[in-house]
């Protein structure tokens, strides 16, 4: 039973989870921000604010994706509490510059509202990338 209507079950989280995986992958840039709210937030390590507003976090998909190319993401673990999505991953890249392929593996945390994700925190070692 739901408690709210804006909580996601499990099977809409990892739905979600997996439109965000194969529009990544694809490098689809608009179908990738379709799944966020205007309003949203981002941070990761490497952000010591959050950045907010999808405009904001557009710029980022946009750059990241100028240096990098997506090669695989698979999301090992996805469980809801309440409102929160967590979900542990490991994400491979490869460098645009040189062809040298990044793995990593990484947690988030997010929060979904009316099916678009309204906040995301990441969590991952920077040293994976040298930072």
Sequence with gaps: MRLHASV??????????ERRRAVWLAEDVEGYLALWADDMTFQSPVHEEPLRGKAAYAELIRNSLSIVRPVEFTIHH????????????????????????SVWRGMSVCEIRGGLITTWREFWNPADFGL
């Design 8 to 17: 996601p079950t499990l099977d809409e989280a990892a739905e979600l989870f």
């Design 78 to 101: 996805i469980a809801v509490d309440g409102d929160l999505v967590l979900a542990e991953w490991q994400g491979e890249i490869e460098w645009r510059t040189d062809g040298r392929l």
